[in-house]
């Protein structure tokens, strides 16, 4: 395997913080899913619209084939591009187009003698030059992970590789502003570094760019240090002796029954006090990791079973059914009206959504005046609280309780 595949730039969240991940998943076929593949469509769609000066309207209902692989083992998928990939990747466009400057797209970038590490390149969704400031954008279209700008190794990578391209154009780069577009969500987070810290970054990469060839080598055995964010697409997790240690003394150490029984107990009383939310706050900072574990164990039994390996005590069994559906929907359709139903009980009729009426207004089948009209009939609920880390950039919104709004969680003891 060529060594620019193994120390890559993606790949850098883990590579930079578990120096082993490598080692461990050197014999794991690496997959794609359909989530990274209607990425890349997407991301060929924004590549066209920023070369052609095109919107991404121009594209709507083209079909992108996306291949991976070679020879026998190639598989290809098609998406259609759909209103939602549209609008999506219009927002990352217009992100793009209102930096202005110089702008270079999909460019390879060469980070191979900051890491000192030969053939380590990778390609950069958008690099624009603006004076002394260099503008490093990466798209990501996936909504299940929201991602920052601030140490991302990823980005930093490319920004090391885009110091050589504007060195080659005479452009003197004095800071360099990392952006990550995630239109779905939506979510565009921005940070600014100078090339002295990317310098700093660059040789905490080369340490552990050596030691993760290293055991990659085999000639030292794999140092695993899990964590969320490194542990969070490693294909080895399902086999990691290191997060399955982790899991271990999550389970049976820091959280015991014991605890709990505490804290239900203090619960009931006047809420949670600073041991019991000590206690909370470390339990709750590993859920993610143990979540994302227990997701690759069953992956992994899954995978094993599906090619014959026997796992005791499981086996694998027919899921649920698909939902049903008309095989020619077409002939059902005639058949039904030769029984002489009548349209109400053949059809169901639903008023569209605000959504698909939004999109009939940028259409221009509503006129601006009539959208305006229809804003007194829209309601739209707020989010649900949802609980984030403190470095997450939404602000916190405050709730007031009182002890009446908690269930009596002493009930349970009448359950037992």
């Not at 593949?37 to 992108?64: K, N, P, W, Y």
């Not at 927002?91 to 590490?117: K, M, T």
């Not at 990469?205 to 490194?230: C, D, F, N, S, V």
């Amino acid at each position: 395997m060529a060594q620019h595949a193994v120390l890559s730039a993606s790949g850098a969240p883990r590579w930079t913080r578990c120096v082993g991940s490598l080692a461990l998943s050197k014999d794991i076929v690496e997959t794609s899913s359909k989530y990274a593949d209607e990425g890349t469509a997407a991301h060929e769609v924004a590549q066209m619209c920023l070369e052609q000066g095109q919107d991404a309207s121009a594209f709507a209902g083209r079909v992108i084939t996306v291949g991976r692989g070679e020879g026998a083992q190639r598989t290809e998928t098609r998406w259609e591009v759909t209103e939602e990939m549209v609008d999506a990747v219009q927002r990352y466009v217009d992100v793009v187009r209102n930096l202005g400057g110089e702008l270079l797209i999909e460019q390879q970038v060469d980070f191979s003698r900051w890491i000192e590490a030969p053939d380590s390149f990778g390609t950069s969704d958008a690099i624009v030059i603006l004076g002394n400031e260099l503008v490093v954008c990466d798209l990501k279209y996936g909504k299940g992970v929201r991602v920052e700008a601030e140490d991302n190794e990823q980005l930093m990578l490319y920004a090391l590789g885009s110091l050589d391209v504007a060195d080659l154009i005479g452009a003197e780069i004095e800071t360099v502003r990392l952006m990550i577009v995630q239109p779905r969500i939506p979510h565009v987070s921005e940070h600014v570094v100078t090339v002295a810290e990317l310098e700093q970054f660059a040789l905490r990469a080369r340490i552990a760019a050596r030691h993760a060839m290293h055991q990659y080598a085999g000639k030292a055995e794999p140092k695993l240090t899990p964590g969320e964010k490194q542990c969070r697409f490693c294909r080895a997790k399902g086999i990691c002796p290191a997060l399955a240690n982790e899991v271990k003394e999550m389970a049976t150490g820091a959280a015991g029954v014991d605890d709990f029984e505490d804290l239900t107990l203090d619960a009931t009383k006047a809420g949670l006090v600073s041991t019991d939310a000590d206690l909370l706050s470390s339990m709750m900072a590993k859920v993610d990791l143990i979540e994302g574990f227990a997701t690759a164990l069953r992956a992994e039994v899954e995978r094993r079973l599906v090619q014959g390996v026997e796992v005791p005590g499981f086996k694998l069994v027919a899921g649920k059914k698909g939902a049903r559906a008309w095989v020619d929907a077409t002939e059902a359709e005639a058949t039904l009206k030769a029984m002489r139903l009548k349209q109400e009980q053949m059809y169901d009729f639903k008023l569209i959504s605000p959504t698909a009426a939004e999109k009939l207004a940028k259409a221009g089948t509503l006129g601006a005046r009539q959208w305006g009209k229809l804003q007194d009939y829209i309601t739209q609920a707020q989010g649900k609280p949802s609980v984030a880390p403190v470095t997450d950039p939404r602000p916190a919104i405050s709730v007031a309780t009182t002890p009446e709004d908690f269930d009596d969680l002493s009930v349970a003891d009448d359950l037992a």
